[in-house]
């Protein structure tokens, strides 16, 4: 379901006003969409979805601690919550890292919502799904894919005056194209909080025209080479660079960020200059979310400039205990691009010899301190002659960081929202990053 501003008061007050601690604390959670899926080109599942979560955090003064949730908005119902909680946090182990009521906050504003969205159904994602396993199927491909739509409001109050209250709208879809022999694969997405973000003929044929270049592919010798990544790649490294960027980590020597003497790397040039990375909630074409669902505010960050570390994550005992800024795990990263014009195409024909990759995937961190993680590429990977692709290539496992991403760039070409990351708004450019490690290769489609 879909909550208005004063709804979503009603229910925090009221939660509040059944409270006999002096510290309770309550979010809710709320969303209402639906999903459409395909596979073997023809459609599987269609359905329509509403959650409502409350939950409850009770604080007692001696910092116990203990959270309930329901979603039984009714006053007797909410009466039930906060007991619930309150008995559980007198039972509770004292939390050494439990702070305050954050008591009145300012958010930024970001217009995220779009009512067409909002009040879509099944009719509505009907023509999408229609048009994009027709798009494949003309080709002579095997198309799948999954279409998802949501109208989500986030709000958290306690009893220090804190209210702060969200409510956007996200629409995604993803279709795989797979060509009639099995050989070749490829993959296209898009994420944005718009109806137009969605177009499922443009979609799939995308998807296919890939698909069609990735079949019969031959083997690479792994090795050392110079990689075009596409923005879904790129975004799928970022990932594990967001996780590293803790503070805490750092200072307690845990970190690739950890300097000597408990101290951090922020002010230290650790990057490539043409680095810049920040995060932008009010973004008007990528718009992210301006608070977390415990009311933490998300703010406008510069994490990385020219190749300097400026900032790194902390939450509030952190931020408190070492005395910089509460920053959350971000909500959007925005990594800045070479050329406004340069498009993927345009970098392969910057490269005399390298791979092309289009994602990363089965992506796990191995070594935390210095961000080196390994995956496969896939749904499309291609070897680079003379500025042309002159064939496809089997997969490859690689073995290496985001810090070589972000080190070893070569050139950069224009930002785009990567489609496949649906938990954080990334806008993020194609590279050509030299020296990208491969260890081995796979058969795996």
Known sequence: MSLRQNQTKAIITQALEQASLGDVRVSVSASKGGNARWGDSMPTTSGDIERLTVSVTAVTRDGRKATAQSNDTSKSGLAKLVAQAESMAALSPVDPEIMPPRGETRYLAAKAFDRKVSTMKA?????????????????????????????????????????????????????????????????????????????????????????????????????????????????????????????????????????????????????????????????????????????????????????????????????????????????????????????????????????????????????????TSTGLTRDGTFWIEGGKIVRPVKNLRYNDSVVTLLSNVAEMGAPVRAGGTTDRTDVVPPMIVDGFHFDSTSDAV
């Open 123 to 371: 009719a509505t994602r009907a023509p999408i799904v229609q048009s994009a396993i027709e798009a494949g199927t003309s080709q002579g491909l095997a198309m799948s894919g999954y279409l998802a739509h949501s109208d989500r409001t986030v709000a958290a109050g306690d009893r220090a005056g804190l209210f702060g209250y969200t409510r956007s709208t996200q629409l995604r879809a993803s279709t795989t194209a797979r060509t009639a022999d099995g050989t070749g694969s490829a993959k296209a997405a898009r994420v944005g909080f718009g109806a137009s973000t969605v177009d499922g003929d443009a979609l799939a044929s995308e998807a296919a025209l890939w698909a069609l270049r990735s079949k019969e592919p031959t083997p690479l010798d792994p090795g050392d080479y110079t990689v075009i990544l596409a923005p879904q790649a790129v975004s799928d490294l970022l990932g594990f660079l967001v996780g590293a960027m803790s503070h805490r980590a750092a200072v307690e020597g845990r970190s690739f960020f950890s300097a000597p003497g408990g101290k951090t790397k922020i002010g230290q040039a650790l990057f490539h200059p043409s680095i810049t990375l920040r995060s932008d909630p009010t973004d008007a074409k990528n718009p992210a979310a301006v608070m977390t669902t415990d009311g933490d505010p998300q703010p406008m960050v510069t994490w990385i400039e020219k190749g300097v570390l400026r900032a790194l994550r902390a939450g509030r005992f952190w931020g408190d205990q070492a005395g910089v800024p509460v920053r959350p795990s971000p909500s959007s990263l925005h990594l800045s691009g070479g050329a406004s014009t340069d498009s993927l195409l345009d970098l392969i024909g910057k490269v005399d010899k390298g791979v092309l990759v289009s994602r990363l995937w089965y992506n796990r961190m191995l070594q935390p301190r210095t961000i």
